[in-house]
């Protein structure tokens, strides 16, 4: 089976940088994904590690370290507009196994 | 280009009542999936398809069916709609799962059971 724990909240202030973590427990382990979902839309896919390190993609880079099950999203620069849910996911086999998603709030 | 489409966007059933949900993507995509999203679940697997005639079940599978007759259509089915069952339904496609084919969503269906 798989899981994945994520906190369900986090609070930062604008202009600032926060991170997002995950753990996950599962077998037959692929990649780590992070989606971001607004209120009332849809999942988007933001980035994915399939091997140990740092991706980076403009204002956000994901890590993952597999010998730790360990992953985390880094949000830099923090707009308002990225006051969002942030899912983390396992890819396995033929399916994305997502995690319960962590609500970011952002402070002016 | 429409990308990955759901029909209806909002419903209310009775229980007992039976409907079907459309997902259908113009991406030439071969994987296809139904998720349902309920506050403080995140999104949960419920059935999907590899390809065109295949299903398999994901986490939640129970009181849903699932079709894929045409590649760019994955039809979702509650045949005896129950109160448990409402939530906001999300269709997703990609081209397979890999670090540059990454899964697409659809605008979701919110369904009331009452």
């Known amino acids: 089976g798989q899981s994945l724990e994520q906190p369900s909240e986090v609070t930062a202030v604008e202009g600032a940088i926060v991170q997002i973590n995950c753990t996950y427990q599962?077998?037959?382990?692929?990649?780590l994904s992070w989606y971001q979902q607004h209120d009332g839309g849809a999942p988007t896919f933001l980035s994915y590690?399939?091997?140990?390190g740092l991706e980076e993609t403009g204002r956000f880079s994901s890590f993952l370290s597999r010998s730790d099950s360990y992953g985390y999203l880094l949000l830099q620069e923090l707009q308002m507009k990225d006051s969002a849910s942030y899912f983390c996911?396992?890819?396995?086999?033929?399916?994305?196994?997502f995690g319960k998603g962590t609500r970011l709030h952002i402070l002016p | 280009n429409a990308g990955v489409t759901q029909t209806p966007k909002f419903r209310v059933l009775k229980t007992g009542q039976s409907m079907t949900l459309l997902c259908a993507q113009d991406?030439?995509?071969?994987?296809m999936y139904w998720y349902r999203q309920d506050p403080g679940m995140g999104l949960r697997l419920i059935h999907y398809?590899?390809?065109?005639?295949?299903?398999a079940k994901g986490e939640v599978p129970d009181g849903y069916n699932v079709s894929r007759l045409k590649k760019q259509n994955f039809l979702l089915g509650l045949e005896s709609a129950a109160p448990s069952q409402t939530s906001v339904y999300f269709c997703?496609?990609?081209?397979?799962?890999?670090?540059?084919?990454?899964?697409?969503f659809g605008p979701g269906t919110r369904l009331t059971v009452l």
């Open positions: 398809s590899v390809g065109e005639g295949t299903t």
């Open positions: 996911a396992v890819i396995r086999d033929d399916k994305i196994i």
């Open positions: 991406m030439n995509h071969e994987y």
């Open positions: 590690n399939a091997l140990d």
């Open positions: 599962t077998s037959g382990f692929y990649g």
């Open positions: 997703a496609s990609s081209y397979r799962l890999s670090s540059t084919d990454t899964q697409y």
